[in-house]
């Protein structure tokens, strides 16, 4: 089955610690982005990347770091630099000239 | 910049009832527009969408027209189900292809037997 693969589920961070987020798809997509959900504010961009070795801030980046050294792969690191980092965070990716497909999502929580 | 804004909830409604859920859009150019269903705990998926001026996207019993005049994308369906009860995300994208999508912030709709 083609999709796009989103771990963990859930993903808890000590402060002042940094975490990775993980986001796989094998859909042979060139382009991958990540998104922040916060309750009533619907996604915000934080990076996306449109080909291998390339990628551009999104509308809130700052407190995040991105890679993407293979195609199917493009990892989020929340660093301790982002103050607030409780939230819902969603993986898409798209093929040139077709919607976005989005993964089931990680769920950060601050302990 | 480009924004989205659509119909505040929660919105609830009984079993068949007619749905309707507004949204504008500000943007330059010709964006392409989507309605995305998010379902509790899991991540969006694409419902319907429409390229260009008077398309009407349709999927599963819903629908939405493109008015460039209006800059409007509502969505809208004539008879909901229980299983409809999710949140809509109304979303625009510069050009239909690898640009962000910037969203509207949701409506929860509930629907009651």
């Known amino acids: 089955d083609g999709g796009i693969t989103q771990s963990p589920k859930y993903l808890f961070r000590k402060e002042g610690q940094n975490v990775t987020l993980s986001c796989e798809q094998n859909l042979n997509h060139d382009a991958m982005y990540w998104y922040r959900q916060d309750p009533g504010q619907g996604l915000r961009l934080i990076y996306y990347s449109q080909i291998v070795n390339d990628f551009q801030k999104g509308d809130i980046a700052e407190g995040y770091s991105v890679s993407r050294e293979k195609k199917e792969s493009f990892p989020l690191t929340v660093t301790s630099a982002q103050k607030n980092p409780t939230a819902f965070y969603l993986c898409?990716?798209?093929?040139?000239?077709?919607?976005?497909?989005f993964g089931d999502g990680t769920r950060l929580s601050i302990l | 910049g480009d924004s989205v804004t659509q119909m505040e909830g929660p919105v609830t409604l009984s079993e068949e009832a007619f749905l309707t859920i507004n949204c504008t859009y500000t943007a330059t150019g010709y964006p392409s527009l989507f309605w995305y269903v998010q379902y509790p705990g899991e991540g969006l998926q694409l419902l319907l969408k429409?390229?260009?001026?008077?398309d009407k996207g349709s999927n599963k019993g819903f629908e939405a027209t493109y008015r460039k005049e209006t800059t409007s994308f509502h969505l809208e369906k004539g008879s909901v189900q229980v299983s409809d009860s999710a949140v809509y995300f109304c979303a625009l994208s510069p050009n239909f292809g690898n640009e962000k999508l910037t969203f509207g912030t949701g409506t929860r709709l509930t629907i009651i037997p």
């Open positions: 898409a990716s798209s093929d040139y000239n077709q919607p976005q497909h």
């Open positions: 429409a390229t260009k001026a008077d």
